[in-house]
């Protein structure tokens, strides 16, 4: 069983498409090997800023030999039937065979027997497909050539190998030959060399300088930073998504510490780490005693002679370059809000275009600020507060830090709105308005806070509605899905009771509120379905009144599923069909509504009178429990009538022959729908 | 790898090294365009040699103007009117890297020394109706250049692919000098009888210029001077291709195009004198564009182009 081996050897392969190149190098390779009758044992593939490496472990030598066979056209059919089934099959005459089949009809039939192909034809042609229909996220021709690739392809390493050796698969393709050399680091290796297997290969590109797996690169990395931020006495400050880049931007990682200017280390951490990471990929270190961020670190591609020494000089000069400009935009913003103030500051937003539609960004304020006002006295928070927090909310939009850095905002206006002496919550509401920033991000909980958050978003949404621009299938330029999602999950997760409805009522003027409703629906749909609730549950409760209350249709949704958890309650569900199948075809028939109050008097049998009494009990139950919208309550005493109404379908049956009986039955079973409808609309519940 | 030269003494020193090195390697040493450009890829050199299926080969050193970027000579990094270094080798040969490595070998960055690294940057011209892929070069963590594989210019795919190299010259010789600041850079041999800095060349102009593309131009006129640019652009694609003073068939693509350029650059003015809104902007980015488009779609058609005669644009080579 050979193990094959592959490497795609190009220039630099952005860092941000590399796991995913290896995956599909990976997925592609194996599916089209299988498809071919190629069954692996197992495959890995790795990725560098030049390479994508494949190993393959366990192949057969060859294809499994095939014979099949296939039914062609009557003996007696005309002599074109028959020419072209001997085209499709490739074989004479005199290798058919004829045979009856099931009908008995004599008819020819083509027994074809494929020989077993040898790997490494096989590996050639799959390649082939797998690189000509490579699925990058951008790719592109290079020279004359029309071969597509992320960037120019130079070189095919492919070997098939096992204990007696190593041979290269016969495969080319846009004049590159696939042979079995590669070559090491750029600068420290670039000699070619060859390689007999995978264990070789890796063995032999680390003497190269090369680390081929991008999970060691990253380890070395953490682990080197680390320990040179320990040795001084700090922190590294971790950034899952910087390492991984870092890692895919070097072959050979060797960290580098250095000190940031003293006279930097006045700036808030957050310009500092943006700064760093954003323009240089540094990783900030941090003096846990103080908070502050004193030093980074960053990670070269090459051992260089001096020991990194003018690397270190270099990144730190463009280091010092680049925060002087954050210095100075921070002080200039500094001195503008000491001379200005925060409104002052937020007048800049009038030359600042929201949607050509939806005027300024000032003009959004003032509508912000109405919202928040209104929100405020719901939210428990002060109105003044929350109108004092929207007037600012987003004047350091035309900070110079944030025009810089636009992924600081909100956090510059918090620095700002506390230089400037706003206190009480305002300073933390002009970062916290953004907030979920998405799925993963915290949901203010401050009261001026959600305020802020809440007019901000219904805004926005309101607004976006008002001028038609919703969004459609995947395309939303405007984030409204988001936004919407972010004024769920404050709802919810602080429990806030409140009518979105009067909220669009306050927003932007001329939206269709009962579609925005209906998108907000959507939303907490998906939203409550990554939480467990099954959509069905979210629809019978969105049925009832009140449902542009979110906090109460969870409570009612999250009850129902409790309830539809429990036997009694999926039995009384079967119940509640049946009696409404029964009433719904008879009203239908009779053309008639039974809601006329049932009388006990008629009822013939214990089971009948036995219902009546278990439907005033749950009645006298359900309806204060509605009351105090103690849903749990309600619904347990609706699921305590499953064993009545059992009983009751088990002995009577409701069309007798008897009218007055029978109508009797029918408006008893209205009943049972009147009084399950008011706690939720269980028709909606599927299955 | 590449032998590694001494270090420069001034900014002339490493544009001439830029110059003899890329003369070397064969390609045509041209002459900055003689009007005001955004960036080196606007040279016609650029713009239209990328186009068609002929083999090119030019380097040159481009001035370039960027209204919005004056500082009024204060801020050390930042100019409105700065040096790029432009290479354009089309087909794009396939030791296009090393070529630019060798470059930086001969304005003295030893890449055994520093930290050299290629990335991930997709260019685009939304003006020109062009983008390519590539990377910004670093060097211990500067950006020192750009290196695109063209992809599209004016429109059309570029069949055989040009390989872009644009050095930005001051920031590239200040870092080799060991400068902190432009104007303190030495311009010529800081040992000649009259040595010259940056700041003596170019200090006084930087600060008029800001004041002017920030204050005074007169915006009334360069809206007019956009509109009669786009209209002579215009008029100039629509006359015949046969000339009637000589009878030959004459596209002038490459006087539309310096109508193209001079819209581009007014709008660049507009922009910097804050008279252009944010939905106007696009509006004006589309305009140009389509002029540069209109340039693009001439210019195939001619010889210089590859186009047979009679100006049947130039078909793709072969797969």
Redesign the interface.
């Known amino acids: 069983m050979p193990d094959l081996l592959i490497e795609l050897f190009s220039e630099e392969i952005p860092a941000r498409m590399q796991a995913r190149a290896a995956g599909d190098l990976e997925r592609l390779m194996v599916s089209g090997l299988r498809e071919a009758g190629l069954v692996c044992r197992g495959a890995r593939a790795f990725a560098t800023p030049r390479r994508l490496a494949l190993a393959v472990e366990g192949l057969p030598k060859e294809s499994p030999a095939r014979r099949e066979e296939r039914k062609g056209p009557r003996v007696d059919a005309p002599e074109q039937a028959l020419e072209g089934f001997l085209r499709s099959t490739g074989l004479t005459r005199d290798q058919l065979e004829a045979r009856e089949d099931k009908k008995g009809n004599k008819v020819w039939f083509a027994v074809i027997e494929r020989p077993g192909r040898p790997a490494a034809e096989i590996v050639a042609e799959v390649l082939g497909e797998v690189i000509r229909s490579f699925p990058w996220p951008k790719s592109m021709r290079w020279g004359s050539g029309s071969l597509r690739w992320v960037r120019p392809l130079h070189a095919i390493l492919a070997i098939l190998h096992d204990e007696a050796g190593a041979q290269v698969v016969p495969f080319e393709i846009e004049g590159i030959r696939a042979g079995d050399s590669t070559r090491g680091h750029r600068f420290m290796a670039p000699e070619p060399f060859s390689v007999t297997s995978f264990d070789d290969y890796v063995a032999k590109l680390k003497r190269a300088k090369v680390i081929l797996d991008p999970v060691e690169r990253a380890d070395i990395i953490l682990q080197e930073a680390e320990s040179a931020a320990f040795a001084q006495g700090l922190e590294l400050v971790h950034d899952k998504g910087l390492l991984a880049e870092v890692a895919g931007l070097v072959e050979w990682p060797v960290v580098l510490m250095g000190a940031i200017g003293e006279e930097f280390l006045g700036l808030p951490p957050e310009v500092l780490q943006t700064s760093m990471r954003e323009h240089q990929k540094f990783f900030s270190v941090r003096n846990p005693k103080t908070g502050r961020i004193e030093r980074f670190v960053t990670v070269a591609n090459i051992e260089a002679a001096d020991g990194g020494a003018t690397i270190l000089a270099g990144n730190a000069k463009v280091l010092a370059a680049r925060l002087s400009d954050a210095r100075f935009f921070w002080e200039n913003d500094l001195r503008r809000v000491r001379e200005e103030g925060m409104v002052g500051m937020a007048e800049g937003l009038k030359a600042v275009t929201f949607h050509a539609r939806l005027g300024s960004q000032w003009d959004r304020v003032q509508r912000i600020r109405r919202l928040a006002r209104e929100i405020a006295p719901v939210v428990g928070a002060k109105p003044d507060l929350a109108d004092e927090a929207a007037e600012i909310c987003k004047a350091d939009l035309v900070s110079e830090m944030v025009y810089e850095f636009p992924e600081l905002q909100g956090i510059m206006g918090r620095y700002y709105a506390k230089s400037a002496g706003h206190d009480d919550g305002v300073p933390e509401a002009c970062e916290e308005h953004y907030k979920p920033l998405g799925a993963s991000d915290d949901v203010p909980s401050a009261p001026v806070s959600i305020a802020v958050a809440l007019a901000d978003k219904i805004d926005t949404l309101t607004g976006f509605w008002a001028i038609g621009e919703k969004p459609t299938g995947s395309k939303d330029p405007f984030a409204l899905r988001r936004a919407a999602l972010g004024v769920i999950r404050i709802v919810l997760e602080n429990g806030l009771r409140l009518r979105l409805q009067e909220l669009f009522a306050h927003g932007y003027p001329g939206a269709d509120a009962g579609d925005l409703l209906a998108f907000f629906h959507d939303r907490l749909k998906v939203h409550l379905r990554e939480q467990g609730i099954r959509h069905d549950i979210i629809d019978a409760c969105l049925a009832m009144p009140g449902n542009d209350d979110l906090t109460l249709v969870v409570k009612r949704a999250q009850a129902l599923a409790d309830m539809l958890a429990t036997e009694d309650g999926e039995n009384l569900l079967q119940g509640f069909r049946r009696a409404n199948n029964i009433l719904t075809q008879a009203e239908e028939r009779d053309g008639v509504e039974y809601s006329f109050g049932a009388d006990p008097k008629f009822a013939e049998h214990p089971a009948e009178k036995a219902l009546f009494s278990a439907l005033d009990e749950a009645e006298e139950k359900i309806a204060p429990a509605m009351e105090r919208e103690d849903f749990e309550a309600a619904m347990q005493a609706m699921a305590a009538l499953r064993g009545p109404i059992d009983a009751f379908f088990e002995a009577v049956q409701v069309n007798t022959d008897n009218e007055i009986v029978r109508r009797n039955r029918l408006n008893l079973l209205s009943r049972i729908r009147t009084l399950c409808l008011s706690v939720a609309d269980l028709r909606r519940i599927e299955g | 790898?590449a032998e590694v030269a001494s270090k420069p003494a001034s900014f002339q020193e490493v544009i001439l090294r830029l110059q003899d090195y890329w003369g070397r390697q064969g390609c045509a040493i041209l002459q900055p365009y003689d009007m005001e450009v955004g960036a080196g890829t606007f040279h016609p050199a650029t713009t239209l040699r990328a186009l068609g299926r002929k083999p090119w080969a030019a380097a040159y050193v481009q001035p370039s103007r960027r209204p919005t970027d004056g500082r009024y000579g204060e801020n050390?990094?930042r100019l409105q009117h700065y040096y790029q270094y432009q290479v354009i080798i089309k087909?794009?040969?396939?030791d296009l890297?090393e070529l630019y490595l060798g470059s930086l070998a001969a304005i003295g960055i030893d890449?055994?020394?520093?930290?050299?690294?290629?990335?991930?940057d997709?260019w685009e011209s939304p003006t020109l109706g062009a983008w390519?892929?590539?990377?910004e070069v670093w060097?211990?963590?500067?950006e020192v250049s750009q290196f695109t594989?063209f992809?599209q210019v004016g429109g059309h795919d570029?069949?055989?692919?040009s390989?872009e190299l644009t050095y930005g010259l001051e920031r590239l010789a200040m870092?080799v000098l060991g400068i902190?600041h432009v104007m303190a850079m030495p311009f010529n041999d800081p040992e000649a009888p009259i040595a010259l800095t940056y700041g003596d060349v170019f200090r006084q102009a930087e600060e008029e210029y800001s004041r002017y593309n920030f204050d005074v131009a007169d915006t009334e006129m360069l809206l007019r001077h956009f509109e009669d640019a786009e209209a002579e652009c215009r008029r100039i694609l629509a006359e015949p291709e046969i000339d009637p003073r000589t009878g030959k068939r004459i596209v002038m693509a490459h006087p539309a195009y310096d109508q193209c350029i001079k819209a581009s650059h007014i709008f660049n003015l507009l922009d910097a004198r804050g008279v252009i809104?944010?939905?106007e902007r696009q509006a004006y980015i589309g305009r140009v564009r389509a002029l540069a488009k209109a340039c693009a779609d001439a210019f195939v058609t001619t010889e210089a182009a590859g186009a047979a005669a009679g100006g049947a644009p130039s078909a793709p080579?072969a797969?």
Do not use: K
């Open positions: 790898m050390p990094n087909p794009s040969p396939p890297q890449a055994r020394l520093h930290d050299i690294r290629f990335v991930e997709d390519g892929l590539g990377w060097c211990d963590g500067m594989y992809q570029c069949h055989p692919v390989g870092y902190d809104s944010v939905t080579e797969a």
